[in-house]
Each structure stands twice: as structure tokens, then as C-alpha cells.
């Protein structure tokens, strides 16, 4: 039985369940290695189990929080509660060692995903050998990496990070940040680091999806449209207008929007890209009035919600995913408003094709997203993103 306790229990789903677990077993000091920390999964650990110290090894990438993927209210909530934080460029690794009881290797960030949506994989042991030798690799690494953050850097870091994403996330603004993390001799990190989940990782975490509606029934535009003609007139690569009369208070910072255009010949809306959005800010989220002359539409839609990570399909509108085909494969499931009528079984409206009338956005489902994203991501394979330095071409606003 002995022996059996000192072989490292490997763990393929759980994820969260096995951090907890770990914290219960020695809530002393928590040793965290992880290149992605999303603050409400931190938080959770730190607030459930209170931990005698937190010290964390983590990436100071800017554009991962810029690209949603980490977070820096993560890095301050650390500091809070009397943590320590330091930073190493390329960081891959991911290990959690839960006082001197117990450590666990895995692929898996201390993101929403990767402790309970992402496949992960990794081992958990409380073998001593086992444990020790997690304790010093983070001893190690931590020696290398370099000054303890503060606050006044981290206060530094977000409003750098607020100015990108406050003028739309141009590409060339985002590539230009910074990385602050220390460099580490190769076999400790990788300097390729996550890659893949940079990418794809801020519209994994978005808590709410959205539909964002461009164009009338009255200005359907055909599905031989160009998709780049639809961004350079709409503006939608750095804000999308709601309209003046009601300010846009359901979207959440983080929150995934997908551009649908309205089109005809049969009449549909194909959903043609897809940004995060910012929560609107009254003053700072308003159209200027250079802005209205640019575009003179913006004086009836002159609320905004920025966005940023905006990636378009190439090519035609018809290169899109049709929301009548979403509406079809999931009826009622489709958006949140006609499922919740429909669980309640009150009589109310569930016919999905009633609920986004006359609305310049509709949210969607969790099934709808992930049925929405499954297909988008095909269509981006298939025919290709608008390149990042066309987009660069178009106009951007200044911070605000």
C-alpha cells in the first residue's frame, strides 16, 4: 500500500478538484508556477482556503493581458493578500505545490479552461522525493526570475495595457508591449511558450457571448460583400455603436462579440468575425464628433463598446456562419432569453427568430457559442483571416 502511495497519481480531468484538494491537504505556502492566471480562479483558491503566503512565478508578457489570456487584476489580488509575484519570459510549466504535503505537474493554466473545459493532463503526488523535487524547481526558478513585482509597476503595466485596449488593440500597438519577465537559460522554460492558447485563450474566458447586429433589414447588403468593405465602414475592428438613446450595459469586460451582417438573397445574418469587448465606460465610450463626421451614422448609434482581438473571415460575406442555421440546429437553446422561457415553461416567448428583433445585439447561449465558434473556426481554415496589417491600414481611434 506504501508503495502504492509513493507513485505519482496522473489526473486527466478535474482540475479544479485536485487544486482544492491540495490546498485542504496543507493550506501553508502555496507555490504556484503558471505562464496564464485569470483572477476569478485565483481568487476562488485563495479566498475558499486562505493560504499562509502565495508566491507566484508567472509571464509579464503585456500583450497576454492585453489578449485576455492572463489577467493583471490576478497579479494584484497576489499582492493583496501579502503575496509575492515574479515574472519569466517564455514560461510554459505548470506546477502547484500545496505546502510541503503535496505538488502536482500538469498542462493546466489557473484559467476557467484549464481547470475544467481544456483536456489537460498531469500528475498529483504527496510521494516526499516527488514533492521535494517541485519545491526546487520553483526555488530555482524563482531565484532566476528576477525582483519582486510592486505595485506601482503593476499600477505602470494596466495603464499600458487600458491604452491599447482603449484605442481598439490595433496589431502593431499590441505587438510593440513590452515583456518585463527575466530572461532564463534554455531547459528551464520554453521560448516558445503557449503559443496556441495566446491565441484562442481570451475567447475561451469570456463569461457572456454576444451577436452583434450590423446593418438594417432596409440595407442588407449582398452575400458577394466584401468582408473588409463591411469592417472599414462599420468601424467594428475597434468599437461597435449601439445606439444613442440606451447605453449598452449587458456587456462585461472580456465578453466575446461576433459581427453579424444582415444580407439578402434569401435574407440571413452571417456571422463574419469576432473581438472582446470592454465594458462601457459613460464619457470615455462615446462617439466624438470628428468620429460622427467620419462616419455620419454614429450620430443615431453613438454608444460604444470597444473591442479588441478583432479577427474577421476573408474573402465574401457568404464566406460567413449562418445564424438561421444556428437557430435551426438549436431552436430555443440559441439564446439565453428563449431557453430560460423555455425551462420555465411559462408560456413566454421561445421561438429564437422573435427574440433579436429590432435589437442591436442578442446573447447567446453556452451551446450556441461553442456551436457559433466551432464553425467560425472552420471558416477561418477554410478561407483565412482579413491579415492583421490590413486591418493596421484602417483608422484607430486615440486613447481615452
Known amino acids: 500500500m506504501n508503495g502504492e502511495r509513493n507513485v505519482p497519481r496522473l489526473v486527466s480531468s478535474g482540475w479544479g478538484d485536485e487544486l482544492h484538494a491540495g490546498l485542504e491537504r496543507d493550506a501553508g505556502v502555496l507555490r504556484i508556477v503558471c505562464p496564464f492566471v485569470k483572477e476569478p480562479v485565483l481568487s476562488d483558491l485563495l479566498d475558499r482556503h486562505s493560504p499562509e503566503d502565495v508566491v507566484l512565478v508567472t509571464r509579464f508578457r503585456l500583450a497576454d493581458f492585453c489578449a485576455g489570456v492572463s489577467d493583471v487584476a ?6 493583496a493578500a501579502g503575496g509575492r509575484v515574479r515574472g519569466v519570459r517564455g514560461l510554459h510549466a505548470k506546477v502547484y505545490v500545496f505546502g510541503t504535503a ?3 505537474v500538469t498542462s493546466a493554466n489557473l484559467t476557467s479552461r484549464g481547470i475544467g473545459g481544456n483536456h489537460e493532463f498531469g500528475c498529483v503526488s504527496e510521494d516526499a522525493g516527488f514533492v521535494g523535487a517541485c519545491r526546487g524547481y520553483f526555488d530555482e526558478l524563482w531565484h532566476l526570475a528576477g525582483a519582486d513585482l510592486d505595485a506601482k509597476q ?34 528551464l522554460v520554453d521560448p516558445a511558450g503557449d503559443v ?47 445606439p444613442a438613446r440606451k447605453r449598452p ?8 462579440l461576433f ?32 468620429e460622427i463626421a467620419h462616419r455620419s451614422w454614429k450620430e443615431q448609434w453613438r454608444n460604444y463598446i470597444r473591442v479588441h482581438r478583432a479577427e474577421f473571415v476573408a474573402g465574401e460575406m457568404r464566406n460567413g456562419v449562418s445564424l438561421n442555421a444556428l437557430m435551426d440546429a438549436l431552436g430555443s437553446d440559441a439564446f439565453r432569453s428563449t431557453q430560460r422561457n423555455a425551462r420555465a415553461g411559462n408560456g413566454r416567448n421561445t421561438n429564437p427568430r422573435k427574440a433579436y428583433m429590432q435589437q442591436p445585439a442578442v446573447l447567446l447561449t453556452d451551446e450556441a457559442a461553442a456551436w457559433l465558434t466551432t464553425r467560425l473556426e472552420a471558416s477561418f481554415t477554410l478561407h483565412g483571416r482579413i491579415p492583421a496589417d490590413a486591418l493596421d491600414r484602417l483608422d484607430w481611434p486615440a486613447a481615452r
Open 74 to 79: 490576478a497579479l494584484r489580488r497576489v499582492l
Open 102 to 104: 503535496r505538488a502536482a
Open 154 to 187: 503593476l499600477d505602470a503595466w494596466e495603464a499600458q495595457v487600458d491604452a491599447v485596449l482603449n484605442a481598439g488593440g490595433r496589431p502593431s500597438a499590441e505587438f510593440e508591449l513590452a515583456d518585463y519577465g527575466a530572461e532564463v537559460a534554455a531547459g
Open 196 to 242: 496556441g492558447e495566446g491565441i484562442e485563450g481570451g475567447f475561451a474566458e469570456s463569461r457572456q457571448s454576444f451577436v452583434k447586429f450590423f446593418g438594417e433589414g432596409s440595407n442588407r447588403v449582398a452575400r458577394s460583400f466584401p468582408v473588409f468593405d463591411e469592417v472599414d465602414r462599420s468601424g467594428c475592428h475597434w468599437a461597435c455603436s449601439y
Open 249 to 256: 450595459r449587458a456587456v462585461w469586460e472580456g465578453d466575446t
Open 259 to 290: 459581427a453579424g451582417r444582415l444580407v439578402k438573397s434569401p435574407a440571413d445574418t452571417l456571422i463574419f468575425g469576432r473581438m472582446l469587448g470592454r465594458a462601457h465606460v459613460p464619457g470615455r465610450d462615446e462617439a466624438t464628433e470628428s
